[in-house]
């Protein structure tokens, strides 16, 4: 039986990945309703071969809805989420204030969908950080087998994770590169055209910026308390697709080999590592792809137990739009989801 579905922030980048997304791998819905705030109301967004009006949010009723998938930010999810999810839908939120939350499971479907057999007691769901969750999907099948101690990552942020005017600003400051216009910044604390800004989200007290946090806590929260990760996150002028420089230290030995066969039959994981040149795939590969790609695996010399990886994702899906997806399948499969009354 198929269920009603809405799609709340579908004007954004996220929210427009999430239609594609719900459209490519045929979710069964009945019925798809895109929703934003007022000032997008009546604008078309594309759904498979046809197109959907915007309706605006403060006035739809989510009483027959039987799920929602929010990006929307989040001061809207820390608003709306809780009287959606008291309206009896199921709320998949790509936002980050309810990720830490202990009654909110933080799910990549790949790596721990069975916490969602432990119940959804605010009947709300977290997507994890875009450069968290294919940091995870890599990491996950490595820990089963030799249990991972401590992870090193810095991060090549594509300006698409920040939304659709950073990408604006990009090509507003590339195009004035070659014209010699003068470079407006607006969005970002330096140029981006042609630099990289070792700079994402705030600064904390302790020096890590809040993208660096949450990818602390988060690959804690869904992979395992006990892993120590620190991590320096990038923005770079790339318009779609994270890239992640990992280095691994793990409690039992495990060779490049081994971690490479590992990896060929993990889910979500495509190994493309051929020492030579182009034998490893980059953001312009995995645009518009589902999967998490691992390249450049290898010993790293400087730890008794350790390997150095290269890891890339279409932030917009494996990151966002596509990970949400698919937890609401996994919530189907598992007839966890149950149809609004």
Not at 153 to 175: C, H, I, N, W
Not at 190 to 209: E, L, M
Not at 292 to 301: A, E, H, N, Q
């Amino acid at each position: 039986m198929p269920f009603k579905v809405a799609v709340v922030g579908a004007t954004g980048n996220v929210g427009r990945e999430m239609l594609n997304v719900l459209s490519e791998r045929e979710f069964p819905a009945s019925e798809i309703v895109p929703l934003a705030s007022s000032r997008s109301v009546g604008t078309s967004v594309s759904f498979g071969d046809t197109t959907l009006k915007v309706r605006p949010l403060e006035h739809f009723d989510f009483r027959d809805t039987d799920i929602c998938l929010m990006s929307a930010g989040s001061a809207v999810s820390k608003e709306w989420a809780p009287k959606i999810a008291d309206d009896g839908a199921l709320v998949i939120d790509n936002a980050s204030y309810w990720r830490m939350d202990r009654e909110v499971p933080l799910v990549v479907p790949e790596v721990n969908a069975h916490v969602l057999e432990h119940g959804i007691k605010k009947g709300i769901i977290a997507n994890p950080n875009c450069s968290t969750a294919q940091l995870v999907v890599a990491l996950k099948p490595l820990h089963d087998a030799a249990t991972i101690k401590r992870v090193v990552v810095s991060t090549y942020q594509s300006v698409s994770g920040a939304g659709k005017a950073p990408m604006d600003e990009l090509f507003r400051q590339t195009r004035a590169v070659f014209v010699a216009d003068p470079i407006e910044t607006k969005l970002f604390t330096k140029q981006i055209a042609f630099n990289v800004i070792p700079h994402i989200q705030d600064f904390k007290d302790s020096g890590f910026t809040n993208e660096e946090f949450k990818m602390m806590v988060e690959t804690q929260k869904i992979l395992d308390p006990d892993i120590q990760l620190v991590a320096t996150c990038v923005r770079v002028p790339v318009f779609i697709g994270h890239a992640e420089s990992v280095n691994v230290e793990f409690e039992r030995p495990i060779t490049a080999e081994k971690a490479r066969n590992i990896l060929r039959e993990a889910p979500g994981v495509l190994v493309v590592d051929k020492r030579e040149d182009g034998g490893y795939v980059t953001p312009v590969e995995c645009a518009g792809e589902d999967a998490t790609y691992v390249s450049r695996i290898r010993k790293d010399p400087t730890v008794e137990h350790g390997l150095a990886m290269w890891v890339v994702s279409d932030n917009l899906r494996k990151g966002a739009a596509l990970n949400a997806v698919q937890i609401a399948e996994c919530l189907v499969n598992r007839k966890i989801l149950k149809h609004a009354a």
